[in-house]
């Protein structure tokens, strides 16, 4: 079965930087869109960015300029690099990726921005 592994979250300062990164690993056909998600309570998981198998990128709004989403091939991983991080930012971060004809979530690594 395939299985997401997220690191990289932590506890930082507003301005200052994270990397994400969300490791596929198992029996993986074909990724055809990896993407980054966060989840405030109460609320539906919302995209961050995500980058479909030919490589195209797609931002929402709030992050726009500030964070990139990037991928290796090689080793089935997807990053995300948050730059000037805002309190707003925090959450859990998930990671999710369709392969094939499935959709894999990953279990969610913390985020938190704070002064």
């Known amino acids: 079965q395939v299985q997401l592994v997220e690191s990289g979250g932590g506890l930082v300062q507003p301005g200052e930087s994270l990397r994400l990164s969300c490791a596929a690993s198992?029996?993986?056909?074909?990724?055809?869109?990896m993407g980054w998600y966060r989840q405030a309570p109460g609320n539906e998981r919302e995209l961050v960015a995500d980058?479909?198998?030919?490589?195209?990128?797609n931002y929402a709004d709030p992050v726009k300029g500030r964070f990139t989403i990037s991928r290796d091939n090689h080793k089935n991983t997807v990053y995300l690099q948050m730059n000037g991080l805002k309190p707003e930012d925090t959450t859990v971060y998930y990671c999710?990726?369709?392969?094939?004809?499935?959709?894999?979530w990953g279990q969610g690594t913390q985020v938190t921005v704070s002064s």
């Open positions: 999710k990726m369709i392969s094939g004809w499935t959709t894999t």
């Open positions: 198992g029996i993986i056909y074909r990724i055809r869109n």
């Open positions: 980058i479909t198998g030919g490589g195209i990128t």
